[in-house]
């Protein structure tokens, strides 16, 4: 116990997802989530600041990457076409941590504390969008507008996705909503 | 002092917008809010459960208004068109209450713990226009993001109005990022 091992982060995201289930957030200590991971507390804060970072640990390579998906799209790409760009690098992210996603979001969703960590997250990633699409050219207010969009087709195709019982793909769902809300706008 | 008087309130917003704007908002106590606007901190809790209600009131009654434009436009309204309708009702609360809005949005920005609950505050506004949009008959989908897109033109237009020197009505910035959504959209 103790010592480097390469699947450790994982094995503690799920011990630490399970426990939250089980018992929820509050209640459940770095300790336990350590113990139940078969690894030691020293372990656990090698790879986490504590038990709420568990949770948002990675969205910082989901901003990334969007914001790289949007500065190198072609240059001809329309500006919902750069949203689209971004959207399907999040699809990626999105289904390499698919089996993780459903508990994480029920979690989420019942405790304030860590719903406003998301909201501040989601804040934080708009505006990543926003500067990625005025170094494509847009102006300050297109680039708000189009970022927002973004976010709202994400957080909506999101919830969808989430609890699909089907498991469509996040880029088929988050295309679709795209598709929609762009008919909205022209129809409207 | 301490007796009730027509425009407490008012004092009592402007008092408080005053001390938190010199001395932060932290480091102010209701007892100054009171002392401040020459009442007590009776009549204070009167009108306010705590310090930070002082720079939420009035929120319910925005979403009222906006979930009642939505609820109440033609029937042959668009998707857009009711949004653009909420739009309207909140152009005329914020003109109501322009002077305080600079002070206030400022005082906002400046502490993470206001920021999380206008956030909270910005949900609950999306999530209400949600059910109204669907009580309008919009499906699921197609009513979150038509509301998500609602918010989305009303928190660009906000930032562009709380700031503007040259007063330009919130109403008309509003219509004008709503044109412009509809034109990325349509072109994208």
């Given at each position: 116990m103790g010592r480097w091992r390469?699947?450790?982060?994982?094995?503690?995201?799920?011990?630490?997802l399970t426990l939250y289930g089980e018992r929820g957030y509050e209640k459940t200590t770095v300790a336990?989530?350590?113990?139940?991971?078969g690894l030691?507390?020293?372990?656990?804060?090698?790879?986490?600041?504590?038990?709420?970072?568990?949770?948002?640990?990675?969205s910082e390579l989901l901003e990334q990457r969007m914001v790289a998906a949007i500065?190198?799209?072609?240059?001809?790409t329309s500006a919902l076409g750069l949203i689209g760009a971004a959207l399907d690098a999040a699809a990626v992210r999105f289904e390499e941590v698919r089996e993780f996603a459903g508990p994480r979001h029920r979690i989420i969703a019942a405790s304030p504390e860590l719903r406003e960590r998301e909201l501040i997250k989601a804040m934080s990633l708009t505006a990543a969008m926003t500067r990625a699409l005025r170094t494509r050219g847009l102006d300050d207010t297109?680039?708000?507008l189009v970022a927002h969009t973004g976010a709202?087709?994400?957080?909506?195709a999101f919830e969808q996705w989430?609890?699909?019982?089907?498991r469509t793909p996040f880029q088929q769902i988050a295309r679709d909503s795209l598709a929609q809300l762009?008919?909205?706008a022209s129809t409207g």
């Open positions: 390469p699947d450790a982060r994982a094995r503690l995201q799920e011990a630490a336990e989530i350590a113990e139940r991971a030691t507390k020293r372990t656990f804060f090698r790879y986490f600041a504590d038990k709420r970072e568990v949770l948002f640990w990675g500065e190198t799209a072609p240059a001809s297109a680039a708000a709202t087709v994400m957080h909506v989430v609890d699909d019982p089907s762009r008919e909205i």
